[in-house]
């Protein structure tokens, strides 16, 4: 049982370059999440996904677009990468309607020069 | 919106010794789960504790336990008997209870390092 995967680990992009962050959970949980992280802050919603096909905004969406094309995949897209979001992503999975614990990926950690 | 308060950057404790780490946080529902997470140098997250706000019992899982009072909105966790493997980043962390056809936010504190000296 894998849980959830990211991918990738490592990631160096300049100024100005689009990449996606794919996350995949095989617990057949419903909600998914994105967050960032950075020291002193925790961990900073971007985008939630409570079912297929359906997405919403945390509390840092600007500069960020999500897909949820299935159940399993909740992609986060950079359009035009800036070093402002130099930082740590994790993505999260919850069953939901269960009280679960989140489980999480290991972790991306993006660097934009 | 839920937001959740830490007000403990960092904390160190001796080991063996206890060690309290507070939380806020701050809704107007009334069905919600509380969690402590832990972050150690990996980076992973690992699930400390949890606590469901209907029931009154503080949760307890072996040298970790709460003291959740729902009307003061605190849900503080309390390590006893300190271990050097305690040293990590601890957050608290918010979840609303699902209603059907809603969205179930999770929002974390900005966290708490925890340091343990020998």
């Known amino acids: 049982n894998a849980g959830v995967t990211q991918t990738p680990k490592f990631q160096v992009l300049k100024t100005g370059q689009s990449m996606t962050l794919q996350c995949a959970q095989d617990m057949n949980h419903n909600s998914m999440y994105w967050y960032r992280q950075d020291p002193g802050m925790g961990l900073r919603l971007i985008y939630y996904s409570a079912s297929e096909g359906t997405t919403d905004k945390g509390e840092v969406p600007n500069g960020y677009n999500v897909s949820r094309l299935n159940k399993r995949e909740f992609s986060l897209r950079l359009e035009s990468a800036a070093p402002s979001q130099t930082s740590v992503y994790f993505c999260a999975s919850i069953r939901s309607l269960m009280n679960t614990e989140a489980f999480f990926g290991q972790g991306t950690r993006l660097t934009v020069v | ?118």
């Open chain 2, 1 to 118: 919106a839920q937001t959740v308060t830490q007000s403990q950057p960092e904390m160190s404790v001796q080991e063996a010794e206890t060690v309290t780490l507070s939380c806020t946080y701050d809704t107007s529902e009334s069905d919600y789960y509380l969690f402590w997470y832990k972050q150690p140098p990996s980076r992973q997250m690992i699930l400390v504790i949890r606590q469901e706000a209907y029931k009154q019992q503080n949760a307890t899982e072996n040298r970790f336990s709460v003291n959740f009072q729902k009307a003061a909105k605190s849900f503080s966790l309390k390590i006893s008997d300190s271990q050097l493997g305690d040293a990590a980043m601890y957050f608290c962390a918010y979840r609303s209870a699902l209603t059907q056809g809603g969205s179930e936010k999770l929002v974390f504190g900005k966290g708490t390092k925890l340091t343990v000296n020998p």
